[in-house]
């Protein structure tokens, strides 16, 4: 494989997929990467700009990151040691056989990750449902998108991040942006809002922070982390109040608009700015910016998703847009930044524990029919719904919980919340085998760890923020050593008594999941490799080979049964830890620029570690001076679940009621050691944004 001349593929690391060309290069030392990324000027939705992790992406296909050979714990000694495939799969295999037989095959379970390609997704549910035959399966993109995915699904019928692709976003009148740090989090993107106020629209940024982002904006709402539900539906009150709503598109596009706006009308601004903090004149400004625009979208990302109320409040934003007209219509609508790679494609093709391939539901007798057909399995012998991801995490080791766990493509030791007893529950389990390209926190716990290839070195499609289905084509080879992980499956597989079912080659697996997504809502069948590489991809639906695919969603109709989009009946709601005498400072969490998620890649790359060293805690100068703090100093962070210690930032640029900390570090500052567990009713996404704490100098409020 390993060759002479360059491959176009894409980032192994955000949604955005940036494109990119991996050249061919001679390594200097046995440690070095054989390809360097470049860049990749054609393919439009980063027109060859890359972030810092794009750009170092290749570190991590080589040694010292990688690991190369498989590792078992050692009965005696304890410790992981290596050993040969056949060894680790046996081993991995008979765990899994065992504990079925012993406790029930609902003790055994697995865990993905929204990083895995569409192929890796599909047959990891498929490898759960049909080689374990457990209903529990779930995966990290549960603590991601899942709120918005809900609050969509229930508005418009169907989610799909974004509805239209990112160049509308450069074409719209204004943008409200809440809960999205995009210069950090997707720096490329960064050009549609640059393009969009060039060509004279507006952007309005709520954030409790004043981000990169929120520092272009021609507006910077502050909420209080956990407010934003109040904020949207003062928002939608004083559009009523003000006579802007767009009756003409709610008579003729919706359904539920009474009740929404009977509760929007309960929910005075007044009461919003002393919930928010937010004044109610800033409010009304942001009306007047968002009515007067000849077009409006609201995006949302995890500030305003990653609560125990994220789907309603993603519902209220989408009210918002449905009220004023803003959805259904070219340059206009509603908008979910997925996070993760393969955010999109990985909850539509089997790995959400309530989820089977084309975005059916688990519990529908005629989605079960097909599937099944695809499968070559009686119906019946495919299991119901499991737990959600959390859940299944909290169950690890207890009697009638999960025993025994494959992990593929997650790093829940750092980034799970409630950490200390999630890493509690994953010690506990009877048998823990983890795929992994690194040797990642989680994996260090694990029986068995197996080394599996990654991004350059193999074929695999995509699906980006917008829908765009795009593929990675293998620029090199995987080091010695390394299988692929959908290798693995298929050896676990037949090791379990399922010889065939399995193919390990991408494309092979890519045709089949076109046909088990045939029918469903995302409908994959006319989507080839091939036609994803003479299109720059291809945006889902695409039903048929003929079929042009779908940048743009719900112009004519929703995807409802009546074809009308659905306003939520929403009413606010506070956080589910508030701060009080004790813990009298709200937590927020999120990312810095360059370090990615759980740190095992990023923290392995040492340009980026350079750059990101470690954990900090944000702290506005007015409390840092109440506290005695300065700038650099150690304070611990104490919430009911926990304590870390970090340094202290002291920046004017957060609220002095609030504290930020990233969440890519283990150890001491692992900010997950604090985070609540609540999760959100429908969506069970956890409430990663906000915690009750106290912080102390060092020293001080040692516990
Ligand atoms: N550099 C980098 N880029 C990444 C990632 C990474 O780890 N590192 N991860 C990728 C993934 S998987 C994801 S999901 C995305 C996430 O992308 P973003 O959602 O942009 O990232 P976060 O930093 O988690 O959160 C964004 C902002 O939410 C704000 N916030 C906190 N609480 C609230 C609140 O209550 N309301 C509002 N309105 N805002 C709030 C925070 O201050 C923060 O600036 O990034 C992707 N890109
Ligand atoms: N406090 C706090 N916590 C959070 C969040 C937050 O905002 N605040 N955000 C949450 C969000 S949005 C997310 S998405 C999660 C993400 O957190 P995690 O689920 O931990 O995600 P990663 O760190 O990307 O972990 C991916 C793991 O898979 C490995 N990997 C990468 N590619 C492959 C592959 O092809 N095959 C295999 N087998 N392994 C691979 C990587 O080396 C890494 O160990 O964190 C959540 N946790
Ligand atoms: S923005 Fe995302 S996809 Fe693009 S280079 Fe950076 S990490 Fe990769
Ligand atoms: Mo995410």
Redesign the pocket.
């Known amino acids: 494989m390993t060759g002479t001349t360059s491959t176009d593929t894409h980032c192994p690391y955000?949604?955005l997929q940036c494109g990119m060309r991996l050249h061919p290069v001679r390594p200097r030392r046995p440690d070095e990467p054989a390809v360097e990324v470049g860049e990749r000027p054609d393919f439009p939705v980063n027109r060859g700009a890359l972030c810092g992790?794009g750009r170092s992406a290749a570190a991590v296909l080589a040694r010292p990151a990688r690991l190369t050979e498989p590792l078992v714990r050692d009965a005696r000694t304890g410790t992981l040691r290596p050993a040969t495939w056949g060894e680790a799969l046996d081993r991995a295999a008979r765990g899994f056989a065992e504990t079925g037989e012993r406790y029930g095959r609902d003790a055994v379970g697995v865990f993905g990750g929204g990083g895995l390609t569409n192929e890796k997704a599909y047959l990891l549910g498929k490898f759960a449902r049909v080689a374990l035959r457990t209903p529990h399966i779930d995966y990290n993109g549960r603590f991601?998108m899942s709120s918005a995915a809900t609050a969509q699904r229930a508005a418009f019928g169907l989610d799909r991040g974004l509805p239209f692709p990112l160049e509308d976003v450069a074409r719209t009148g204004c943008v409200l942006l809440?809960?999205?740090?995009?210069a950090?989090?997707?720096p490329p993107a960064l050009r549609y809002l640059r393009e969009q106020r060039e060509a004279g629209g507006r952007l309005i940024v709520?954030?409790?922070?004043r981000?990169r982002t929120a520092d272009d904006a021609d507006l910077h709402l502050r909420?209080a982390?956990?407010?934003?539900l109040a904020l949207a539906l003062a928002l939608l009150h004083l559009v009523i109040a003000e006579g802007r709503v767009d009756e003409k598109f709610v008579a003729a596009r919706t359904a539920g608009y009474a009740h929404a706006r009977a509760a929007a009308m309960a929910h005075w601004p007044e009461r919003a700015e002393r919930i928010t903090g937010v004044p109610v004149a800033a409010m009304r400004q942001a009306v007047a910016m968002f009515c007067d625009a000849t077009g409006g979208m609201v995006l949302t990302?995890?500030?305003?998703e990653q609560?125990s109320k994220g789907v309603d409040t993603v519902g209220a934003w989408i009210n918002l847009c449905l009220a004023t007209g803003r959805a259904g219509r070219p340059l206009s609508g509603y908008g979910c930044?997925t996070?993760?790679g393969n955010?999109q494609g990985g909850r539509e093709h089997g790995q959400k524990s309530d989820q089977l391939p084309g975005y059916r539901s688990i519990t529908d007798p005629e989605a079960r029919d097909h599937v099944a057909r695809v499968w070559g399995v009686d119906p019946e012998s495919l299991p119901g719904p499991g737990r959600s991801a959390y859940e299944l995490l909290d169950s690890l080791g207890t009697d009638g919980g999960v025993r025994a766990l494959l992990l593929m493509g997650s790093n829940p030791v750092v980034s799970a919340p409630h950490a200390g007893h999630v890493t509690e529950r994953i010690r506990a389990l009877g048998h823990l085998v983890v795929c992994d390209v690194v040797l990642s926190e989680t994996a260090e716990l694990a029986d068995v760890v197996l080394p599996t290839a990654q991004w350059a070195e193999e074929d695999g499609t995509m699906t980006n923020l917008e829908g765009r289905v795009i593929l990675r084509q293998a620029a090199v080879d995987p080091p010695p050593g390394v299988r692929t992980d959908l290798a693995v499956l298929r050896a676990l597989a037949a090791r379990l008594g399922r010889d065939g079912g399995f193919p390990d080659a991408a494309e092979e697996v890519f045709d089949e999941l076109r046909a088990a997504s045939a029918g469903g809502r995302a409908d994959y069948s006319g989507i080839s490799y091939a036609r994803i590489r003479a299109e720059d991809g291809v945006f889902w639906p695409c039903p048929e080979p003929g079929h042009p695919g779908t940048p743009r969603l719900f112009l004519d109709r929703f995807a409802t049964a009546d074809g009308r989009a659905r306003f939520a009946d929403v009413s606010h709601r506070p956080a589910a830890e508030e701060p009080d005498a004790r813990y009298p400072l709200r937590l927020?969490t999120?990312?810095?620029?360059a370090?990615?998620?759980s740190g095992a890649q990023t923290r392995r790359t040492p340009e980026l570690q350079r750059a990101a060293p470690g954990p900090f805690v944000e702290l506005h100068p007015r409390l840092a001076a109440r506290l005695g703090v300065t700038d650099g100093e150690l304070v611990t962070v104490t919430s009911r679940r926990g304590q870390v210690v970090a340094p202290a930032v002291v920046t004017g640029t957060i609220r002095p009621d609030t504290v930020?900390m990233p969440f890519?570090w283990p150890g001491p500052g692992r900010a997950n050691t604090l985070t609540n567990p609540a999760l959100d009713p429908v969506s069970r996404m956890p409430e990663f944004?906000?915690c009750a704490v106290r912080v102390e100098r060092a020293g001080e409020g040692a516990a």
């Open positions: 955000c949604a992790k991601c809440a809960g999205s740090n995009l950090d989090t997707m709520v954030d409790p922070r981000t909420p982390p956990g407010t934003d990302a995890r500030g305003s609560h930044l996070g993760q955010g927020t999120g990312r810095v620029l370090q990615y998620q930020f890519h944004k906000v």
